[in-house]
């Protein structure tokens, strides 16, 4: 735009004097300055404009006011440029032109002063409608993530009643029963199998009051807290199992580790000794808790034989999710998951999780 207003100079070359020189100059020396200061720049370009040599300076500085100032100060400015545009100079030569110049001269000063700030009006009103747009699309999304945060809380309870509806009916009656049975029981040996029965189902139940209270909730670190076990609780997890089960964890927790790493080992290899009772009863099971070569990561791994002569002896409902719940699992906290058949017909699953 400069290069514009300079080039402007030649239409005038021939009609250069002091006057004209001091007041073009200042007007292409405030030129620049436009987008930060339109009002000054605005005020330094109206003597070109009264001169009748430099109009686009002038132009594009009214352009800039109608992009930034409000109505008032946009009506001030635009009677200013078109008193400048509309004034001869000398002004005592007005006298000397006809009525039908004195026409023009009003319709070109007043096509000077429409023509940018209409341009000018036209640039901020399109800006505020794509800010406007961009608000709106703002709150919609707002609005979308609140009513599915809403359906989720609403679906959490659900589960949440059905959870405590059905589940806590089942196992609140094999603890009445197990505990009735521990009480009565003569043998010994019986009665410390039913008392681990019903331990579990106490616990079962315990958890399951600690887990419907979060999904009636909406607390992330609540959430996370639940159930949380850690690699202290594996060797009383794999005693309870009713498996033979050897257990070797040579790692000690350090005072950085996140506890869902530990959570994510406890519930990994409760799941492979849940799926052993399931598919290979009677097998022996091998658990190993280590940290890897360079320290960086927690290897857990439950092993298992083939299955003994107690397969098939109970018949186990099986959802098909195991392995994929501690592939996400795992995933969440950056590990990985590999399950798969021995060579000597067993099964065995290994995690690494980052530490």
């Given at each position: 735009?400069?290069?514009?207003?300079?080039a402007?100079?030649?239409?005038?070359?021939?009609?250069?004097?002091?006057?004209?020189?001091?007041?073009?100059?200042?007007?292409?020396?405030?030129?620049?300055?436009?987008?930060?200061?339109?009002l000054?720049?605005?005020?330094?370009?109206?003597?070109?404009?009264?001169?009748?040599?430099?109009?686009?300076?002038?132009?594009?500085?009214?352009?800039?006011?109608?992009?930034?100032?409000?109505?008032?100060?946009?009506?001030?400015?635009?009677?200013?440029?078109?008193l400048?545009?509309?004034?001869?100079?000398?002004?005592?030569?007005?006298?000397?032109?006809?009525?039908?110049?004195?026409?023009?001269?009003?319709?070109?000063?007043g096509l000077?002063?429409?023509?940018?700030?209409?341009?000018?009006?036209?640039i901020?009103?399109?800006?505020?409608?794509?800010?406007r747009?961009?608000?709106?699309?703002?709150?919609?999304?707002?609005?979308?993530?609140?009513?599915?945060?809403?359906?989720?809380?609403?679906?959490?309870?659900?589960?949440?009643?059905?959870?405590?509806?059905?589940?806590?009916?089942?196992?609140?009656?094999?603890?009445?029963?197990?505990?009735?049975?521990?009480?009565?029981?003569?043998?010994?040996?019986?009665?410390?199998?039913?008392?681990?029965?019903?331990r579990?189902?106490?616990?079962?139940?315990?958890?399951?009051?600690?887990?419907?209270?979060?999904?009636?909730g909406?607390?992330?670190?609540?959430?996370?807290?639940?159930?949380?076990?850690?690699?202290?609780?594996?060797?009383?997890?794999?005693?309870?199992?009713?498996?033979?089960?050897?257990?070797?964890?040579?790692?000690?927790?350090?005072?950085?580790?996140?506890?869902?790493?530990?959570?994510?080992?406890?519930?990994?290899?409760?799941?492979?000794?849940?799926?052993?009772?399931?598919?290979?009863?009677?097998?022996?099971?091998?658990?190993?808790?280590?940290?890897?070569?360079?320290?960086?990561?927690?290897?857990?791994?439950?092993?298992?034989?083939?299955?003994?002569?107690?397969?098939?002896a109970?018949?186990?409902?099986t959802?098909?999710?195991?392995?994929?719940?501690?592939?996400?699992?795992?995933?969440?906290?950056?590990?990985?998951v590999?399950?798969?058949?021995?060579?000597d017909?067993?099964?065995?699953?290994?995690?690494?999780?980052p530490?």
């Open positions: 735009m400069a290069v514009l207003a300079c402007e100079l030649l239409t005038v070359a021939d009609s250069f004097g002091p006057l004209y020189v001091s007041v073009c100059a200042v007007a292409l020396l405030a030129l620049p300055l436009r987008a930060r200061h339109p000054p720049t605005l005020l330094a370009t109206l003597p070109a404009i009264v001169t009748e040599h430099l109009w686009l300076p002038a132009m594009l500085a009214m352009f800039m006011v109608a992009c930034r100032y409000s109505r008032g100060v946009i009506s001030v400015c635009g009677v200013l440029l078109f400048a545009a509309l004034c001869p100079w000398p002004p005592g030569a007005l006298v000397e032109y006809s009525t039908a110049e004195i026409l023009t001269m009003i319709e070109g000063a000077l002063c429409l023509g940018p700030t209409v341009l000018g009006l036209l901020r009103t399109r800006g505020e409608l794509r800010d747009l961009a608000d709106l699309a703002a709150t919609q999304h707002r609005e979308r993530r609140l009513e599915a945060q809403r359906a989720v809380i609403g679906e959490r309870a659900r589960l949440a009643r059905e959870m405590h509806d059905v589940v806590s009916h089942h196992v609140g009656i094999i603890a009445v029963q197990t505990g009735v049975l521990s009480a009565t029981e003569p043998d010994e040996q019986r009665r410390t199998d039913i008392e681990v029965a019903r579990h189902s106490v616990r079962a139940l315990e958890e399951l009051r600690d887990m419907v209270g979060v999904l009636r909406s607390d992330p670190a609540e959430a996370a807290a639940v159930g949380r076990t850690g690699l202290a609780d594996l060797h009383a997890l794999a005693a309870e199992s009713l498996l033979d089960v050897g257990v070797e964890v040579a790692v000690a927790p350090g005072v950085g580790w996140d506890p869902a790493v530990e959570a994510a080992a406890y519930r990994i290899v409760q799941e492979g000794l849940n799926n052993v009772r399931k598919h290979a009863p009677g097998a022996a099971v091998e658990v190993s808790v280590l940290t890897s070569d360079g320290r960086d990561s927690l290897v857990v791994e439950v092993r298992n034989g083939p299955p003994g002569e107690e397969r098939g109970l018949e186990l409902p959802s098909g999710y195991g392995l994929a719940g501690l592939r996400e699992r795992a995933g969440l906290i950056g590990g990985r590999a399950a798969g058949v021995t060579p017909g067993g099964f065995s699953v290994r995690a690494v999780l530490l």
